[in-house]
């Protein structure tokens, strides 16, 4: 390709102040190779919902098929603002566009630099991925309730598992694992107690060991993994695990290597029938919005997801190293959202 | 009472070492108010069911039932051991328990004792509890599978929540929060997700806290509320969450504060329609079975949650203060089971 047609959704609070500068940066690593990135931009989130009463139109989604990728930023409402329900906008826009595309490889990488502070007394070296069950599972908006409101009341989650969307994933995860120096991969669930997605998941990765002999593999339940998570990072290499448990990881991932400023994600349909979406794992982070306060580096990072994934490698291994470099040379002093960026995006462009 | 009928369940692994000594420290915290402990062990477990096939009969846990407490080590096989399908003996005998005697609080106190190392760098003053819910949620076993070993296997599992469960937990979150100095309750769910439990759960805090003036409430998804656990652990006072969502927390505020070694839990039935049950957070250990390797602590400070619940709260702060001192006390130097349980023995005879 010599062109990307990508498509940029901002969001709410810090969203389109980090998304902005994850463009610049995306934009200048390509030009190395001679590739135009053609951004079109969706006005969806909380914010456009509460002019317009739309989270995401059909005939939106259609549009945003026919991209090569998404870059999104953040959504979501204040947290005191009553007139949006209460994760209206997470189920109705973001949930649905990673089932609606399809994104069954949700790709969190966590890794901590040698300069940024962990929370932990003795982090160790940390370079692991978490590879997240995007499409099904707890996340299915499977649930009900009968006679809500009254002492009676029963309310239920299903959680749905198949066949197919776990062997997908797992063999993802087994073929990230076989390309790592490590290869090594760790599901992680609640066998004991969930049986019989846990045991889904078991058999699964007891089968598709067979297909990576060179990839050894072990198993934590979800409040050991956290525990290690904790004692012990550097264990991990590639962690597998479902939709509800990957989500907790992942967020404990990001704090345990310096914050979920520059923890990264890929929404990813690795068959490629529908565009793929990368996004910061934070959030929109309305306490700090329009201040350029926000730490860009996230959403750099999964520029750089979302490059790595177009096949443009090299560009996306130039804003890995300009950003290895400008997180290192942090020295603590406050710098405006747009002033990382555009230092990330010259050392991009002077790579 | 003049005296305690006390079941014990002393299990497998490091179970019957820690539980000895427990049972020795709260024996010794009752002779000061002239109260008598008659304990009557059973033999449950991964070994019992290996010798027997059983784990727990109908006429064991009616006589369970008779008891005034239970004090439970820990159960589960080694993990390599094959004979026992996973996860049997942790559904069959201690979730049977917990459900079959209603043990709807699981209380899990986490305190930093000031010489214990964390794996955070800048712990702070961590003493909060969690309220876990133990009776319902994703723990009810209602799952299934279609199909399975095919490739067109479903499987499923249902988290089933009642107003009546919520409302008794969330009710007795708040009752101990109000006769703590902060006052103060934080929900943990993820209702943006899981919008029939969520919802279930955050209109019942609403409703409960109208009963509670004086005691303030939070709320935080259970993403979020992991990287409070590492950044910022002593904003929590009283954590009220739901069965799973506790199970991860508590052993990841278990590692927050030093270790699963001094982590103690009761599963209380507050009501009193059935004996409460106390036990470690922690495992078996099969690795470290039979070798005085264990720190029989957790066991201990469970006692202490065991006296207070049947009313001998001066033998409860006997057992917490001398556990204070002899952790406060520790130089590191390694010692056997048996020495620290004698050790606090002494010290809460001496007290
Ligand atoms: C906003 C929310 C629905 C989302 C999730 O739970 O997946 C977020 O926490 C994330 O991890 O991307
Ligand atoms: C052994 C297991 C079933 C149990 C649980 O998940 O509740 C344990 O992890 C705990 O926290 O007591």
Redesign the pocket.
């Known amino acids: 390709v010599s062109s990307i047609d990508l498509a940029v959704i901002p969001g709410d609070g810090i969203g389109p102040e980090v998304t902005a500068e994850a463009l610049k940066v995306l934009t200048a690593a390509v030009e190395h190779d001679g590739v135009e990135v053609n951004p079109t931009h969706y006005a969806l989130g909380a914010q456009h919902w509460l002019e317009t009463g739309e989270t995401l139109p059909a005939a939106v989604l259609e549009d945003l098929k026919t991209r090569d990728a998404i870059l999104f930023g953040a ?2 409402a204040a947290p005191g603002d009553t007139r949006i329900p209460s ?1 209206l906008i ?2 109705e826009l ?2 649905k566009l ?1 089932f609606s595309l399809d994104h069954y490889v ?1 790709l969190r990488p966590s890794r901590l630099y040698g300069t940024v502070g962990s929370p932990l007394a003795n982090p160790g070296e940390i370079d692991f991925v978490v590879v997240r069950e995007g499409t099904e599972g707890p ?1 299915v908006g499977n649930g009900g309730s009968l006679r809500a409101g009254t002492p009676h009341e029963v309310a239920t989650e299903v959680s749905l598992n198949t066949a197919h969307g776990v062997e997908r994933v797992v063999r993802d995860a087994f073929r990230r694992a076989s390309e790592r120096p490590r290869k090594k991969v760790t599901l992680v669930h609640k066998h004991n107690v969930l049986v019989f997605a846990g045991h889904l998941w078991k058999r699964t990765v007891e089968a598709v060991a067979q297909e990576f002999p060179e990839v050894t593999h072990d198993y934590l339940h979800i409040d050991a993994a956290t525990i290690f998570m904790v004692t012990d990072p550097s264990r991990f290499d590639v962690i597998v695990t479902d ?2 448990f ?2 907790i990881l ?2 404990l991932a990001a704090a345990v290597t310096g914050g979920i400023g520059l923890a990264a ?1 890929g929404n990813i349909n690795m068959d490629r029938t529908a565009p793929s979406m990368f ?1 910061p ?1 934070h ?1 929109s982070a309305p306490d700090i919005a329009g201040q350029q306060k926000a730490d860009p580096t996230a959403a750099i990072l999964s520029a750089a997801l979302l490059l790595d994934h177009l096949g443009h490698h090299q560009a996306a291994r130039r804003i890995e190293t300009a950003v290895s470099a400008d997180v290192e040379s942090r020295t603590g002093a406050a710098r405006t959202t747009a002033e990382i960026g555009e230092a990330i995006t010259r050392a991009v462009r002077e790579a």
């Open positions: 959504i979501g994760g997470e189920r973001l949930l990673r949700n996340y939709n509800l990957g989500d992942t967020d994600s996004e794992v959030g």
